[in-house]
Nanobody, 116 residues
Framework: QVQLVESGGGLVQTGGSLRLSCTAS????????MAWFRQPSGKDREFVAS????????YYADSVKGRFTISRDIAKNTVYLQMNNLKLEDAAVYYC?????????WGQGTQVTVSA
């Protein structure tokens, strides 16, 4: 059974930092592209960042470029999202996703709250 477990969310002031973690089990971690999505309250889920398993390429939404960094630790089956210089509009539930052809899995989400 595949499980993705996010952690690291919480309350932070604007300009602060958080690091989210997503630990995977039940799958061969290095065979999946890993991504972060987020869903602000009352809005649709949106792409944040991805890490391509084949070549290590990373991609970011324009809104987070230069502030967020996605990385992967294969030994720990964990993908991270380092979030710096957080803004009010970054507040959302953040979800981890594992992607492979014909397969995708979601974590349960972790809440990030940003205060002024």
């Amino acid at each position: 059974q595949v499980q993705l477990v996010e952690s690291g969310g919480g309350l932070v002031q604007t300009g602060g930092s958080l690091r989210l973690s997503c630990t995977a089990s039940g799958l061969t971690f290095n065979q999946y592209t890993m991504a972060w999505f987020r869903q602000p309250s009352g809005k649709d889920r949106e792409f944040v960042a991805s890490h391509i398993h084949k070549d290590g390429s990373t991609y970011y939404a324009d809104s987070v470029k230069g502030r967020f960094t996605i990385s992967r630790d294969i030994a720990k089956n964990t993908v991270y999202l380092q979030m710096n210089n957080l803004k009010l509009e970054d507040a959302a539930v953040y979800y981890c996703k594992a992607i492979r052809t014909y397969e995708q899995y979601w974590g349960q989400g972790t809440q990030v709250t940003v205060s002024a």
